[in-house]
């Protein structure tokens, strides 16, 4: 098995960890592990984080949580027309050929340093 392999193996199985635990996965682990230690292009990470996930991957654990009663599928299914709607216009934005894949990283940075300004604030 090459090297490349066990890295996106070992991506996909993080990514499915934290998104069992705390339902986040795509973006906020693959997309930087594949830049970071894949060394993907930014837009690239992103494309292949996407097309990962087209297949139904959360389905298991979606199971695990609605058994559990930890879910609300009307807010899940409203919130899934918001993905389609929101993937599809976010995907047209970065990529345009104005927009670099050095602008989409650091636009990404911001928004991961204010989610966690956030979240460790206690709010």
């Given amino acids: 098995m090459s ?3 066990v890295q996106m193996l070992t991506i996909g199985l993080v990514a499915g960890l934290t998104g069992g635990m705390f339902g986040l996965g795509g973006g906020a682990i693959m997309v930087p ?3 970071l230690f894949v060394g993907l ?3 690239f990470a992103t494309g292949t984080s996407i097309a990962a996930q087209i ?4 389905i298991l654990g979606a199971v695990v949580y609605y ?3 930890n879910m609300n599928l009307k807010y899940a ?8 709607v929101g ?5 047209l934005f970065a990529n345009q050929a104005f927009i670099s894949s050095e602008v989409i990283k650091k636009l990404y940075g911001f928004f991961l340093l204010l989610l966690a300004m956030r ?5």
Avoid: C, S
């Fill in 3 to 5: 090297h490349t392999v």
């Fill in 33 to 35: 592990a594949m830049v």
């Fill in 41 to 43: 292009d930014q837009k």
């Fill in 55 to 58: 297949l139904p991957i959360g």
């Fill in 67 to 69: 058994r559990n009663g």
């Fill in 77 to 84: 299914a409203i919130i899934a027309i918001g993905l389609m």
């Fill in 87 to 91: 993937n599809l216009f976010g995907a």
């Fill in 119 to 123: 979240y460790l604030a206690g709010n």
